[in-house]
């Protein structure tokens, strides 16, 4: 089992690596094209988008995963993708309208 789960983290390592590095490769062109404070508040606004976006979707990702093969297995797989696309675009309507309003208040503070 343990060699199972090396092999695995081994298998899935370089789809954390090459973000990071391509991330760390970008933050001198940011840098020059946004100034601190222009940048500090992008910052701000990725933070929140990428905070809420896992508050709210997480959870749909993992009980897709969850019940996909069982609702396959009883033929219930349009369905399941159906109540998947209905939940994406409610959550998405809700974040961003949540993250309009937050945004709006930050902006006139």
Known sequence: MLKRILVDAL??????????LISISIIPIITHMFSPEE???LGVVLSTIS???ILTSGWV???NLRFYELRKKELQEKTHIQSLIIFTIIFSGAV????????NILIYV
């Open 96 to 103: 961003t309208l949540f993250s309009y309003i937050v945004l």
């Open 11 to 20: 298998k899935y390592t370089p789809t954390k690596i090459i973000p990071a």
């Open 61 to 63: 990702v993992n009980s």
């Open 51 to 53: 905070l809420l976006s």
């Open 39 to 41: 940048y500090g508040y």
